[in-house]
């Protein structure tokens, strides 16, 4: 167990599950072309998942610290297992991860694709050592990443497949995907902030460089609601532009997106303690857990 908690297995589950349901519900339901057999994708799941566990080591590694005080129960470094085994799942991770992102790329005849984990993991690193610790920019690099993650079978499943003939559809898969990225970087870049609001009191012991600490809370809170409002109005417009004529998908995106959404704001600004943030961080994963499920059912669009 405590080695599933060093890799945070539940987020990697979701990861999968995201993969998962882009490769075997929205392409299969739109016939596209795909360049990845259906091991291939699998690899390019372990790869992503493999990465993603060496970033969740480094970082539980680096928070060390901080994480005695935020989260003292949940702290395995050096409690459950010693920093040197953690270093060294560190490097077998990443260097498996690049390994099959090679293999991949080299396999679909698109070499140059395999610096995507070369630099995800490179990211990974500065992020866990020093980018986190600076306001915004390391709030803005992780949630990039989130989004990467969506767009990942758009690069090695659909681009090297585009001919005259299916560059219509792939194109279309191309952009709702898109959609899909812009959505899962501003939930986890709002929810980034939020766990920085959250962990203000571990960070400060350890200088770390946050927003909340940088400007303080209140005004952290106004930021946390723009960008709320930003993520509404994006949501509104998508529903606008697609779902207003399908019945299903606009309740199910009215009741698991847009209606927490407005809960959040309502509250955002006069939030101030620990438990009101942590309630914040949750609503917006499940927020992003249901966004992203609806790539399982796009038959939804159709009804």
Avoid at 20 to 49: D, E, H, K, Y
Wanted: glycine share 6%; hydrophobic share 55%.
């Amino acid at each position: 167990m405590p080695y599933l908690r060093l890799i945070r297995y539940g987020n990697l589950l979701f990861i999968a599950l995201c993969l998962l349901l882009i490769r075997f519900g929205l392409f299969q339901q739109f016939s596209a072309t795909c360049a990845l057999s259906n091991f291939q994708f699998i690899l390019l799941i372990f790869a992503v998942i493999f990465i993603a566990a060496g970033g969740y080591i480094i970082n539980n590694i680096m928070d060390y610290e901080a994480d005695t005080i935020n989260t003292p129960k949940r702290v395995v470094v050096n409690n459950k297992i010693s920093e040197k085994n953690c270093y060294s799942l560190f490097f077998i991770f990443t260097i498996m991860g690049v390994g099959l992102g090679f293999y991949i790329a080299n396999s679909i005849g698109k070499p140059a694709l395999a610096s995507i984990f070369i630099l995800t993991s490179a990211l990974l690193y500065l992020y866990a050592t020093n980018l986190k610790h600076i306001a915004i920019v390391g709030n803005l690099i992780v949630s990039f990443l989130v989004g990467i993650v969506v767009l990942l079978p758009v690069a090695f499943d659909l681009y090297p497949e585009i001919t005259p003939n299916n560059i219509e559809n792939q194109s279309s898969l191309f952009k709702i995907l898109g959609y899909y990225a812009w959505f899962a970087f501003l939930f986890n870049f709002i929810r980034e902030v939020i766990k920085d609001q959250e962990d203000i009191n571990g960070d400060y012991r350890v200088k770390s460089l946050t927003l909340p600490l940088l400007i303080g809370q209140t005004r952290t809170n106004a930021f946390l609601f723009i960008f709320c409002l930003i993520l509404l109005f994006t949501g509104i417009y998508f529903i606008i532009e697609y779902l207003y004529v399908y019945t299903k998908a606009l309740v199910y995106t009215l009741l698991f997106i847009i209606a927490p959404l407005l809960a959040i704001l309502a509250r955002i600004l006069k939030a101030k303690s620990k438990k009101d943030y942590k309630k914040f961080s949750l609503i917006l994963k499940l927020m992003l857990f249901f966004g992203l499920l609806s790539l399982g059912f796009p038959e939804f669009l159709a009804s």
